[in-house]
């Protein structure tokens, strides 16, 4: 049996209580991972500060390089786990296993995370728009232009609460210990994989083994790890959304509500965009925030929600193993059964039709011995009042809304990417304007279709640095 041990800054820690994690289809154990509690993670945040001072050791140009050579061992190398090995094949099998995630998008999602990291270069000169990035070692020097610039760390350490469903946000944390901030990483129940190869990877790679804890645990780890750690990324739905909100140590990540608005100058020809707004709501499981949960336009709408039903409608789930595999399952009981239950409440409201049914063989909701799946699902709203105009949910279901254009932007609420259709300069002012949207996307740009050299959720320097005022000389006379 693969046994996995709690990494208290770099040193495998076996503890009493361990947890298995289980294949979602025939309960099969594949491992057992040691547990932390909250009173460990409180006894090793003394040791945070650590951290940090052995990455400022590390000229961030070679924390850069380390970055490239953790993206070549991640996906190729057979790295230790536990008490034992893994290859890349085996890293997507288990992944696929546990998470219900099929394999091939198991082996993309490595490979987004690969991309970011052999990008890194590219992406910290973004994101920190050019600075010369020895001033975050120092903490003060002079950009291009003369101009004395300082950034001091919020915190040694970012801390990391992260899920169990959804693979892919773990591009997210790539940057932190190229930025020098060492990493506390609690994993979800399900999906420990991710984390522990990625440690390992960072580790041969030339990344200090003190810099990085892993802390599998139930939620008060979580808690814990959220309440000690000065600067925090999570993952959850909404609620913990709302909870977070005001913290600025946190940055909440959840569901994205990702629309596609198609402007009254182009709607008429919506059906140049259809592979779009398909793609859009359908790939990758449909699992993803950045994944479009909705499609609004002015007219033309019952059409163009049957035309997207008539694309998705048919699908059912087949293999994990199946290198087109299109959906992932639900594994935690009951949660495929309270989504279904409350888009079918939603469809009882006046103006709203789903229009897959037509189109597929059976019922959304297919309940197996130990996992369930949803089919995709499109629904049409005749307009924005009804609950499913602006839901999400994590597989390919999405609301084609009719509303007038000059409504959207009042209407359609958070939208974490919205893609415009338009070649209309006013309302294209208007979308840039819109502090509602977070990624903005005008012409023809699937939701899902990301640039890692733009900030997603708020710009990660940003809120692990903040710029201030120094000086160490008098400035000239004025």
């Known amino acids: 049996m693969l046994e996995i041990p709690v990494i208290r800054w770099g040193k495998p820690y076996e503890s009493f209580d361990q947890q298995e994690v289980v294949h979602f289809e025939t309960g099969e154990p594949l491992a057992k991972v040691h547990q932390a509690n909250a009173g460990l993670v409180k006894m090793d945040m003394r040791k945070a500060q650590r951290a940090r001072d052995l990455l400022r050791e590390i000229p961030i140009s070679k924390l850069l390089e380390i970055c490239k050579k953790a993206a070549d061992l991640y996906m190729t190398a057979e790295l230790p786990l536990g008490n034992g090995t893994q290859t890349p094949k085996e890293f997507c099998r288990i992944q696929s296993a546990s998470t219900g995630m099929p394999e091939w998008m198991c082996a993309g999602n490595m490979k987004k995370v690969a991309f970011v990291l052999e990008h890194m270069d590219e992406i910290l000169d973004s994101l920190t728009r050019g600075l010369p990035l020895d001033i975050l070692t120092r903490g003060y020097g002079k950009e291009e232009r003369g101009v004395m610039m300082s950034y001091q760390a919020n915190s040694p350490v970012l801390g990391l609460v992260l899920p169990s469903n959804s693979p892919g946000v773990h591009t997210l944390w790539m940057p932190i210990l190229p930025m020098q901030i060492g990493l506390v990483l609690k994993p979800g129940s399900s999906e420990p994989w991710t984390p522990y190869r990625m440690t390992e990877a960072f580790c041969q790679a030339g990344i200090p083994r003190e810099c990085i804890s892993v802390y599998p645990g139930p939620h008060d780890v979580g808690s814990t790890v959220t309440e000690l750690c000065q600067r925090v990324m999570l993952f959850g739905g909404q609620q913990t959304i709302d909870k977070y909100k005001a913290n ?183 979308l840039l304007d819109a502090t509602n949207i977070d990624r903005l996307n005008i012409g023809a740009v699937k939701t899902n279709a990301l640039n890692w050299l733009q900030p997603h959720e708020g710009n990660i320097v940003e809120f692990l640095y903040r710029a201030r005022a120094f000086q160490n000389e008098t400035p000239a006379a004025h």
């Open 248 to 430: 600025p140590n946190v940055q909440a990540h959840g569901p994205g509500f990702s629309k596609i608005l198609l402007g009254d100058d182009v709607v008429d020809r919506w059906e140049d965009y259809l592979d779009l707004m398909v793609d859009s709501i359908y790939q990758n499981g449909g699992r993803s925030c950045i994944n479009a949960s909705g499609v609004w336009a002015s007219r033309h709408t019952e059409a163009i929600a049957d035309a997207i039903a008539k694309r998705i409608g048919p699908v059912g789930p087949t293999s994990m193993t199946d290198p087109e595999a299109p959906l992932a399952a639900f594994t935690m009981t009951g949660a495929a059964k309270a989504m279904h239950t409350q888009i079918e409440e939603g469809l009882k409201e006046p103006g709203v039709t789903e229009v897959t049914a037509k189109y597929r063989d059976g019922e959304r909701l297919i309940e197996m011995e130990r996992c369930d799946y949803l089919r995709p699902t499109i629904v049409h709203c005749a307009s924005t009042d009804p609950a499913l105009a602006n839901t999400e949910y994590m597989f390919p279901m999405a609301s084609v809304v009719q509303c007038e254009q000059k409504d959207m932007l009042k209407k359609i609420g958070p939208t974490l990417v919205c893609t415009a259709i338009t070649e209309d300069q006013q309302w294209s002012q208007q």
